[in-house]
Every structure is written in C-alpha cells, then in structure tokens.
C-alpha cells in the first residue's frame, strides 16, 4: 500500500501537474485529468503484467485452465504478487480520496466504484477462483485503459471523440465476453467437476450456492455498468444534439443583427443628408447606397 502511495504521487508530480501547468484547465477538467492520469497508468501497468502472466501460464491457449484442477490453492509468485499490488492500490484509493480533496458529491460515487473493485478481487483471490479472476480483470482494465486515454486526448482537443467510439465498441464486447467467460466456467465447467463439497481446509468452494451467488455478483455488475455506460451515451447525445441547434440559430440571427445594423446606418445618413444642403458629390453617395441598399434586400 506504501508503495502505491509513492508511485502515485511521483505520477502527479512529475508528470500530470506538469502538463496540467500547461493546459491551464479549469478545476473541473483539473480533477478529471488527474484522475484519467492516474487511473490510464495503473491500467496500462496491470495490463501488461497480467497479459504476461496469461501467456507464460498458457491460460488464454487453454480456457479450460479457467476451472481445470479446481481449487487453484497453488498459484505462481507473480499472479499472487499480481492479486497483492492490486488489493493494496484500491486500498489506497480511500485515503488518497482526502489528499485530493475530492468533491462531496463524488465521494459517495468513489467508494462505490473502489468498493466494487475490492470485493470481486478479493472475492476471487479468497475462493480460488484465481484463473478467471485474472482473465477478467485483464479484460475489463485494457476496456477502462482505452476509456481514461481518450478522456485525456479529449482535455487536450475537444475535438477528438474517435477514442470514444472505438471504446463504447469494446465496452460492450467485454461485457459480453465476461459474462459467456463466467458462465462456461460457472455453468459448465465447475458444475461437471467431480468434487463438489465445501472443504475449507482444502480451499474448494465449488458447491451450487457458491456458484450461484458468485455467477450472481458478476451479472449484477455487469449490469450496473452497462446502465451507466448508456446513461452516459445518451447524455453525449444530448448534449451533442442541444449544441447543434443553438449554433445554428446564433449564426442566423447574427447574419440578421449586421442587416440591420447597416439599414441603420443608410437611415442616419439619409437624415443626415437631408438635413444638410445637397451638393452634386452627396447625392452620388446617396445613390450609391441606396442601390446597394435594395440590391441586399432582393439578396435576403
């Protein structure tokens, strides 16, 4: 945990207060920048140490070493070392709630979110069910990597929305994936294994209620995050479709403001004029304007 601590603060410092400097965001971008900052570097980091864990252990060429030799008691050092870095950096996230004096009306969310985190890591490195834990937690951190980063590019140009397209693809992919993953292992593999009582001293925990509330908590997750993303994709869309109209209108009544502006301002020369003596050189101007006068108006 100390040392999460450490690399999270030399990240901030050297790196996301530097460019933040340079942005001059405001304290709203400030605080999501910095949390996008954050969060991408931890994703990107278990990303790649997980994948490598799965290839070296010939997991992702073999799924059935997802329930295979049930309960995983024995595991290598690096993917025990792996479940321990990532219970101690969302351990962190509580306190680091205080150090960056996040708002009150986001606090509530910021525990959901590491609570979640907590207890489906915790949940799978305590029911040996270590195998599937790090498939999914390798798939949902490379769909939340792809997320931050584009929310990082999006600070920096307003513009950029690519990133996001390609990222509501794959959200919906992981999903699916994670929830056809725990049902093959769930439903089909555990449930046709041959020892299927609970034994605490052995670690296996492959009875029907243990499968049922696990196969339970991940669908209800699932589900939890797929209600955010679209209430997330359809306040883009309004926000996006509200924009467009309003653009339009201001330009059209800025078009319509300078016509009138310059009819004003014919109608003040013309007074002017006819309050003055008429010389040969002002009744030119004024028919000069009066003609580019009613040629605008046939124009409109």
């Known amino acids: 945990m100390l040392v999460a601590i450490i690399i999270h603060a030399i990240i901030q410092e050297y790196v996301l207060d530097k460019i933040n400097r340079k942005m001059h965001f405001s304290k709203t971008k400030h605080s999501k920048f910095n949390e996008s900052g954050q969060l991408s570097a931890f994703y990107l980091f278990s990303c790649v140490w997980g994948t490598s864990i799965l290839v070296s252990e010939n997991y992702i060429s073999d799924p059935t070493s997802l329930w295979r030799d049930y309960p995983h008691t024995l595991i290598p050092f690096q993917m025990k070392f792996f479940y321990i870095l990532q219970l101690a950096y969302w351990f962190h996230a509580f306190p680091e709630l205080y150090f960056q004096k996040t708002k009150k009306e986001d606090i509530?969310?910021?525990?959901?979110?590491?609570?979640?985190?907590?207890?489906?890591?915790?949940?799978?490195?305590?029911?040996?069910?270590?195998?599937?834990?790090?498939?999914?937690?390798?798939?949902?951190?490379?769909?939340?990597?792809?997320?931050?980063?584009?929310?990082?590019?999006?600070?920096?140009?307003?513009?950029?929305?690519?990133?996001?397209?390609?990222?509501?693809?794959?959200?919906?992919?992981?999903?699916?994936?994670?929830?056809?993953?725990?049902?093959?292992?769930?439903?089909?593999?555990?449930?046709?294994?041959?020892?299927?009582?609970?034994?605490?001293?052995?670690?296996?925990?492959?009875?029907?209620?243990?499968?049922?509330?696990?196969?339970?908590?991940?669908?209800?997750?699932?589900?939890?995050?797929?209600?955010?993303?679209?209430?997330?994709?359809?306040?883009?869309?309004?926000?996006?479709?509200?924009?467009?109209?309003?653009?339009?209108?201001?330009?059209?009544?800025?078009?319509?403001?300078?016509?009138?502006?310059?009819?004003?301002?014919?109608?003040?020369l013309h007074l002017i004029l006819n309050g003055k003596k008429r010389t040969v050189k002002s009744e030119r101007k004024w028919n000069k304007w009066n003609s580019d006068l009613k040629w605008s108006r046939l124009a409109s």
């Open 108 to 268: 509530f969310r910021q525990i959901v979110y590491i609570g979640l985190y907590l207890f489906h890591i915790a949940g799978a490195y305590l029911l040996n069910l270590t195998h599937l834990g790090l498939v999914l937690l390798v798939l949902h951190y490379f769909v939340e990597f792809l997320f931050h980063i584009s929310r990082l590019f999006y600070f920096s140009d307003e513009r950029y929305q690519k990133g996001f397209s390609l990222w509501a693809v794959l959200f919906v992919l992981g999903r699916l994936l994670t929830l056809i993953l725990s049902v093959l292992t769930f439903g089909f593999g555990l449930a046709r294994a041959e020892d299927q009582q609970l034994n605490f001293s052995t670690g296996n925990f492959n009875i029907l209620a243990v499968r049922i509330s696990v196969l339970a908590s991940i669908c209800m997750a699932q589900a939890f995050m797929m209600w955010k993303f679209i209430n997330f994709q359809l306040r883009r869309w309004r926000e996006h479709s509200s924009s467009q109209p309003q653009s339009v209108k201001k330009k059209f009544v800025t078009a319509k403001g300078k016509t009138s502006r310059k009819e004003r301002d014919w109608r003040i």
